[in-house]
């Protein structure tokens, strides 16, 4: 147990957010965080598999209390952890990154890691969010389909970060973003967010199979998108993947 909670690890597991949603179901939740060494069925957002191979990534979840009006909002939570990643990435490794939305942090334009939101109710029908995180550790290598797209801290900095001080310094940074969040809200987290945000430019496929230009995010978090000549806010778009529109 640190100051701010218990962090369980585990071996191999499908996923630490199904491990935190059976969690959720055994009251008193006292567990903060799950690390995993691997899951056979990691998840990202949009259904897409998160691969690792066994020891190489922090695989997180963070279970997250949320206050009765929180819940509606839950999904700002992911500007809040990208911004906690960040930190715990400079003090841990030295590394400065940068931001694409809604859940990508990036190194170089490469994906170092991954933030995925979820909501879920305890036994006692209390509201979490799970926080799942991703960060590529210590790979040398990728497969080829996404060498092109993707890092890790040993590829850009040479050392081999161990897991558990990235977890433990993630919660501290975690807690203190979680307190900006709900002290001034969603406009102070934006700002901070925005000064390493690359999103501009990348190509995004709109829930209608359309594809549209990123022009920025608007002051809601949401994806401000150029189809067809005309800018829309919009909500769900999965970017794709290492395309940046010609000229951007």
């Given at each position: 147990m640190n100051e701010l909670g218990l962090i369980v690890y585990c071996g191999t597991v499908p996923s630490t957010q199904d491990l935190a949603r059976e969690i959720l179901q055994r009251p008193p939740v006292q567990i903060r965080a799950v690390v995993a060494e691997h899951q056979t069925a990691g998840r990202g957002r949009y259904g897409n598999r998160w691969l690792d191979t066994?020891?190489?990534?922090?695989?997180?979840?963070?279970?997250?209390?949320?206050?009765?009006?929180?819940?509606?909002?839950?999904?700002?939570?992911?500007?809040?952890?990208?911004?906690a990643v960040a930190d715990a990435l400079r003090e841990q490794a030295g590394l400065a990154v940068q931001f694409k939305w809604s859940n990508d942090?990036?190194?170089?334009?490469?994906?170092?890691?991954?933030?995925?939101?979820?909501?879920?109710?305890?036994?006692?029908?209390?509201?979490?969010?799970?926080?799942?995180?991703?960060?590529?550790?210590l790979q040398s290598d990728f497969p080829e389909e996404i060498r092109e797209n993707a890092t890790s801290v040993l590829l850009e900095t040479g050392r081999r970060l161990p897991v558990e001080p990235l977890a433990q310094q993630l919660l501290r940074s975690v807690n203190h973003w979680m307190q900006v969040w709900r002290r001034d809200g969603l406009p102070r987290v934006l700002a901070e967010w925005r000064k390493a945000d690359v999103t501009a430019g990348h190509l995004y496929r709109l829930p209608s199979g359309e594809t549209g230009v990123a022009r920025g995010i608007d002051d809601h978090g949401n994806l401000q998108v150029e189809v067809a000549g005309?800018?829309?806010?919009?909500?769900?778009?999965?970017?794709?993947?290492?395309?940046?529109?010609?000229?951007?």
């Open positions: 066994p020891g190489e990534s922090l695989l997180m979840t963070l279970l997250l209390r949320l206050q009765a009006e929180e819940s509606a909002r839950a999904g700002q939570l992911a500007f809040v952890l990208a911004l942090v990036l190194v170089n334009r490469r994906k170092l890691a991954g933030v995925l939101i979820e909501t879920a109710s305890d036994a006692h029908q209390q509201m979490w969010a799970l926080a799942g995180v991703g960060v590529n550790l005309q800018v829309v806010a919009v909500t769900a778009a999965e970017p794709v993947r290492g395309i940046c529109a010609r000229g951007e």
